[in-house]
């Protein structure tokens, strides 16, 4: 009888060290990045608008303010990427398996200069297509300094 108590102590132990490790890594993100209604003087903010990342590396967009999401612009991210889009008013992760640029926009503000990068594993090999993207509005004005500065 008493070595049956002691397994199931062990197996106890076991599964709440286990639990507590996987509990941590789905909020174990590398880089958070927060989406803002206000940042000193502008509005509709991805902060920060750049961020890099080593390939299996995984970005937390924080819906601090409400009214946003996360689009990857189409031909903005490296060949054969899917698409990828997200609830509005959600917190939202995405673990970048590939490297390169990946362009994204907040969809309704988009035009508001609420757009960000993410450069994975420091490979800028789809520069070019990067700088084609057709941004329109406040984001056109802001988009140069920002791929110059990738």
Known sequence: MHHMKSHNK???ITTFLLSTLFANVGLAADVTVEMLNRLDKQSN???PKIVRVNVGDTVLWKAKDKGHNVEFIKKGVPEG???F???FNKDVEYKFEV???YAYWCTPHKNMGMIGFVVVGDDKSNLEAIKKLRFSSKSKKMA???INSL
Do not use: Y
């Open 85 to 87: 889009k997200s609830k």
């Open 45 to 47: 903010v991805f902060e």
């Open 81 to 83: 990427v899917g698409k």
């Open 10 to 12: 062990f197996l106890i």
């Open 99 to 101: 490297p390169g640029i």
């Open 144 to 146: 140069p300094d920002l």
